[in-house]
């Protein structure tokens, strides 16, 4: 009970940190470097790879553990619309996809979850996460309705975002191991 | 899985991608065997090197290049001799 209860707190608090990092710091500098870009989805989606990489750590417990956080920022983003059904449906589709493109593969034979004895596949993840990003657009514009040309931003954003955010936990293990 | 083991998978993640792009600093032989010795070290106890060189994913690995790894993440700070006099023992490090 109590690892439920970290896994959540710790999967909800990253995908609020990196919805906080991507709206309210990526996207201004976006807005400000590329102005004639239409688009309003992000070319650096850092909560797509939150959502990527708590489903290949924790499996289908990614679902409520990413749950609160995924609410979260709904409600911040839309205020007392998230509780519309088309809200509500698009949180599904956020926090369950990713998981059933793990369980899929692994059902196809293909498992790339952690096991002891086993090396984790960084470009199998990278793999999963392009996977999981059109999928995720195909749902979510089932419900929202958002135009096909926001499905090449969407896919951008979300895989530069896996990408970067590897990184940052390389950066960040580094500093950590520089300290210790 | 425990925070500390999902702690250490996300660390073998990004070590794979450190590899891939040529980011390391330790060998693939290293980097094996340090995963091993991470996995086989519970809770800060002492690993020993007929433990480590059984390890599914060092099993491929020659004596010769076992040994010499080995040495070479003493040297480096990833593992430690055990304080005790026994010397096929060691404590991981986290790295420097």
Redesign the interface.
């Known amino acids: 009970m109590r690892?439920w209860i970290?896994d959540t707190f710790f999967a909800s608090l990253a995908y609020v940190g990196a919805s906080f990092l991507t709206f309210s710091v990526l996207m201004p500098l976006q807005n400000v470097f590329f102005p004639e870009y239409p688009s309003r989805a992000s070319l650096l989606f850092l909560p797509h790879g939150v959502r990527v990489?708590a489903a290949?750590?924790l499996g289908w417990r990614a679902v409520p553990a990413l749950l609160p956080g995924v609410f979260i920022v709904f409600a911040l983003l839309g205020g007392a619309d998230v509780f519309l059904a088309n809200r509500l449906l698009a949180i599904a589709i956020a926090v369950t996809t990713a998981p059933a493109v793990f369980y899929l593969l692994k059902w196809a034979g293909w498992d790339l979850f952690?096991a002891?004895?086993r090396?984790?596949?960084?470009?199998c993840?990278m793999g999963v996460g392009g996977i999981t990003s059109v999928l995720v657009s195909i749902l979510t514009n089932m419900a929202f309705g958002s135009s096909t040309s926001e499905y090449v931003a969407f896919l951008i954003g979300d895989m530069s975002g896996l990408l970067f955010l590897?990184f940052g936990?390389?950066f960040a293990?580094r500093v950590?191991?520089?300290r210790? | 899985?425990?925070?500390i083991s999902?702690l250490a998978?996300?660390?073998?993640?990004?070590h794979?991608?450190?590899r891939?792009l040529g980011?390391e600093e330790l060998s693939p032989v290293e980097r094996?065997i340090y995963?091993?010795a991470e996995?086989l070290s519970k809770n800060g106890s002492e690993i020993r090197t007929y433990g480590l060189i059984e390890?599914?994913?060092v099993q491929n690995v020659s004596r010769p290049t076992f040994f010499r790894a080995l040495k070479s993440l003493v040297q480096k700070g990833y593992l430690a001799h055990s304080g005790n006099a026994n010397r096929g023992r060691y404590i991981v490090?986290?790295?420097?």
């Open positions: 690892s970290t990489l290949w750590l952690p002891p004895g090396s984790p596949c960084w470009a993840i590897m936990l390389y293990f950590i191991d520089r210790a | 899985m425990t925070e999902k998978e996300l660390r073998k993640l990004v794979s991608m450190e891939t980011l094996d995963y091993a996995e390890h599914t994913l490090n986290a790295p420097r």
